[in-house]
């Protein structure tokens, strides 16, 4: 069963960095596009970053302050987040990509409050 | 860049109606890489359709998909009161990862 969950959310201040991880089960992260997606309180879906074919792209809001990675030893995806600020408070989810079915987990929420 | 665009915003219908969700792409995209999400307030997106037109496992047969190019339709058969929500497409096969800005189907 393919499954993927996100861990490592929480509070952090401003200007603070955050790293979330996704460990997957199922399938192996380093054959397969994976990507983040985050959903701030009460709008709409936005990727933040997707990874696959050895390339890796970062939507606007984040560029510049994350990066994402794998570790095929641990057959997870992980993403480094810097410089965070009040409007990067959000849920952010993993989402794999196998045979062009898309597999969510459940999301971890980062709040980026003083 | 790619832009989806859902319609309507907020679909408001009774339970047993018909419900016909738009979501029209700003060029033309692959069929096999367009899906569709319910959500529910508190709750993660769950896979409704992928492929354009494939039920995701588990899914009622009231939903199904089509389209091709840049427009694409989720129609819900006959609402039953768990599918109000909001539903969400999103294409991921060109320009990266894009989606719509939400269709709310509330109950009139």
């Known amino acids: 069963e393919v499954r993927v969950v996100e861990s490592g959310g929480g509070l952090i201040q401003p200007g603070g960095s955050l790293r979330l991880s996704c460990a997957a089960s199922?399938?192996?992260?380093?054959?397969?596009?994976m990507s983040w997606v985050r959903q701030a309180p009460g709008k709409g879906l936005e990727w933040v970053s997707v990874?696959?074919?050895?390339?890796?792209y970062y939507g606007d809001s984040l560029k510049g302050r994350v990066s994402i990675s794998r570790d095929n030893s641990k057959n997870t995806l992980s993403l480094q987040m810097n410089s965070l600020r009040a409007e990067d408070t959000a849920v952010y989810y993993c989402?794999?990509?196998?045979?062009?079915?898309?597999?969510w987990g459940q999301g971890t929420l980062v709040t980026v409050s003083s | 860049e790619l832009v989806l665009t859902q319609s309507p915003g907020t679909l408001s219908l009774s339970p047993g109606e018909r419900a016909t969700l738009s979501c029209r792409a700003s060029?033309?995209?692959?069929?096999?890489?367009l899906a569709w999400y319910q959500q529910k307030p508190g709750q993660a997106p769950r896979l409704l359709i992928y492929?354009?037109?494939i039920r995701a496992t588990g899914i009622s047969d009231r939903f199904s998909g089509s389209g091709s190019g840049t427009d694409f339709t989720l129609t819900i058969s006959r609402l039953e009161p768990e599918d109000f929500a909001v539903y969400y497409c999103q294409q991921y096969g060109i320009s990266l990862l894009t989606f719509g800005g939400g269709t709310q189907v509330e109950i009139k």
């Open positions: 990874t696959y074919g050895g390339n890796t």
């Open positions: 492929d354009t037109s």
């Open positions: 989402v794999s990509y196998i045979v062009r079915h898309p597999y």
């Open positions: 199922g399938f192996t992260v380093s054959t397969h596009c």
């Open positions: 060029q033309d995209i692959s069929s096999t890489y």
